[in-house]
């Protein structure tokens, strides 16, 4: 059996790899991820059902989504990112999405203009486009990248690591679609996705120097804080055992 990896290490850039590593860091932070990521499909479901409204729906949900839920669902990407890099979940960092706002709306807007084109002409540039583009909010809220360049540099990096990255999507949507039967399903399914294309991203790019210096005081405090856990339970079985062997002294 092979010894857990520690939290921050860089997977390979495979399929098993990044899937593998993405489960992890979902069993190691389930609960903040799962409130955040449950948080951010409400609010997306809500953007969705506009849809419905009796007059002037189809615009509203489109507005919705485009201007609120979207650069929310791409932030929890960048969390999902975080997490994988420092082993920590922070929900500061969707506050990230701030500065970088007109740029994630920008780029949504691209994606969602693009991607029925492509899958219009044949199924294949419509799927290849989609697996190229996962790395765009990453680029974005970590690099700065403007929402036309990050496309440009996903599609970019996709290069490289296009198999994988069909791979993953493929079984993240099959996840997604199995999971999709309850919302108790659904909500980790997405989660084990996000963070395994973040685990792909972590594995074929470097942050940059201000994030590197953030991951490393990160795992640092997550080392010295597991540190200091082993030590306590330690000093609880010295305790347990200390009493144990009073009480059979005291009998005999």
């Known amino acids: 059996m092979s010894e857990p990896k520690p939290k921050g290490h860089i997977p390979e850039p495979t399929i098993r790899a990044s899937l593998t ?37 189809e615009a ?5 989504y485009l201007l609120f839920a979207g650069p929310i669902e791409l932030g929890m990407s960048f969390v999902c990112l975080r997490a994988v890099r420092s082993g920590r979940v922070n929900f500061d960092h969707m506050l990230s ?3 970088q706002y007109g740029a994630l709306v920008f780029a949504n807007a691209l994606m969602l203009a693009i991607l029925p084109g492509a899958a219009a002409l044949l199924i294949v540039p ?20 403007g929402g036309a360049e990050a496309i440009i540099e ?25 999971g999709g039967i309850s919302i108790l399903g659904l909500i980790p399914a997405l989660l084990w996705w996000n963070l395994s294309l973040a685990s792909l991203y972590h594995s074929v790019v470097r942050p940059p120097t201000a994030w590197q210096i953030e991951d490393e005081e990160e795992l640092e405090a997550g ?12 000093a609880e079985i010295a305790a347990m ?8 002294e005291e009998r005999e």
């Open 126 to 145: 419509g799927i290849l486009f989609f697996c190229a583009t996962r790395f765009v909010p990453f680029l974005i809220l970590e690099d700065e990248l």
């Open 241 to 248: 055992e200390a009493l144990e062997r009073g009480e059979t």
């Open 223 to 234: 080392r010295l804080e597991a540190e200091r856990e082993a030590a306590e339970e330690e």
């Open 97 to 99: 999405i701030l500065p």
């Open 21 to 57: 590593n993405g489960f992890q860091v979902l069993l190691d932070d389930a609960a903040p991820l799962v409130v955040m990521a449950f948080g951010v499909f409400v609010i997306g479901t809500v953007a969705r059902s506009l849809y419905f409204l009796p007059t002037q729906g």
């Open 60 to 64: 509203v949900s489109a507005l919705a």
């Open 154 to 178: 996903s599609i970019k990096l996709s290069r490289d690591c296009i198999w994988p990255l069909l791979g993953i999507n493929a079984i993240g949507l099959a996840a997604t679609a199995i």
